[in-house]
C-alpha cells in the first residue's frame, strides 16, 4: 500500500537544464496535482489533473510541463530550470465523486530541489 | 484577491491548549481545511468544516464560522510530537485549495 510515490528525494541542477519529476500513486485517484512549497508562502499549486488526458494550469505553471497518460502517473517537467525553480515539490492526489474533488489529500513525500 | 491569513508561529507548553487562528477570503467557498506538516515531511489531513460550528476529533477541533471568514484549530493536552507546522486551507470555487503560509507551533517541556 504505498500511496503516493514520488522519486527523486533530493536533486541539484544546474540552471538550464531539464529534469522530470516523478509521481505515482497506486489508489486509483482521479484527481492528481503538484505544489511547490517556498520559505513564508502557502503551497502554490503548478499543474492538475482530474483523470488520464486531462491536465489544467494551476496558479504558477510557467517553467514546468505535464502529462497525464494513465490514472496513476503523474510527472512534471522542469524545461529549464532556474535558481528561481528553487523549493520543495509535493505531489498530491484525490478521489473524485461525481466530479467533485475530496480535499483529503494524500501527498507524496516531496522532492526537494536546488538550482544553481 | 483570495487571501488566508494564519500567525507565522506560535509556543506553547506541553500539557496546555493552543488555539490556532486562520482568517480567510476567497472566490467561493468549499469548505475549510486543516493540515498538520512536520519539518521535512508532508502535510497530512486533520481535519474538514463546511457547516458553521465545531468539529471534535481526539485532542484536536476545528472551528467555523463562514459569516466572519474565521477558523482555528484548538489543541488541547499538548505533547513534544504536536510541534509541526499547522496549515490552514480553502476549497474555492473551482474546488482546489488555497493555502495559508502555514503556524510554526513549537512545545516546549
Known amino acids: 500500500n504505498a500511496g503516493v510515490t514520488q522519486t527523486p528525494k533530493f536533486q541539484v541542477l544546474k540552471t538550464g537544464q531539464s529534469m522530470t519529476l516523478q509521481c505515482a500513486q497506486d489508489?486509483?485517484?482521479?484527481?492528481m496535482s503538484w505544489y511547490r512549497q517556498d520559505p513564508g508562502m502557502g503551497l502554490r499549486l503548478i499543474h492538475y489533473?482530474?483523470?488520464?488526458?486531462?491536465?489544467d494550469q494551476g496558479e504558477v505553471p510557467n517553467g514546468y510541463n505535464v502529462s497525464r497518460s494513465t490514472t496513476e502517473d503523474f510527472p512534471l517537467r522542469l524545461l529549464s530550470a532556474a535558481p528561481s525553480q528553487t523549493s520543495v515539490y509535493f505531489c498530491?492526489?484525490?478521489?473524485?465523486?461525481?466530479?467533485?474533488?475530496?480535499?483529503?489529500?494524500?501527498f507524496g513525500s516531496g522532492t526537494r530541489l536546488t538550482v544553481v | 484577491g483570495q487571501n488566508i491569513d494564519q500567525p507565522t508561529e506560535m509556543t506553547a507548553t506541553e500539557g496546555a491548549i493552543v488555539q490556532i487562528n486562520c482568517t480567510y477570503q476567497?472566490?467561493?467557498?468549499?469548505?475549510l481545511f486543516w493540515y498538520q506538516q512536520h519539518a521535512g515531511e508532508a502535510p497530512t489531513f486533520l481535519s474538514y468544516?463546511?457547516l458553521d460550528g465545531l468539529e471534535e476529533k481526539g485532542r484536536f477541533s476545528s472551528f467555523l464560522s463562514r459569516s466572519k471568514g474565521y477558523s482555528y484549530l484548538l489543541l488541547k493536552e499538548l505533547q513534544m510530537k504536536d510541534s509541526a507546522s499547522y496549515l490552514c486551507?480553502?476549497?474555492?470555487?473551482?474546488?482546489?485549495?488555497?493555502w495559508g503560509a502555514g503556524t510554526k507551533l513549537i512545545i516546549k517541556p
Open positions: 498530491a492526489s484525490s478521489y473524485s465523486q461525481e466530479g467533485r474533488i475530496s480535499y483529503g489529500y494524500t
Open positions: 489508489m486509483n485517484h482521479e484527481y
Open positions: 489533473s482530474v483523470g488520464a488526458g486531462i491536465t
Open positions: 476567497t472566490s467561493g467557498f468549499n469548505g
Open positions: 468544516n463546511v
Open positions: 486551507a480553502v476549497g474555492d470555487s473551482n474546488y482546489q485549495l488555497i
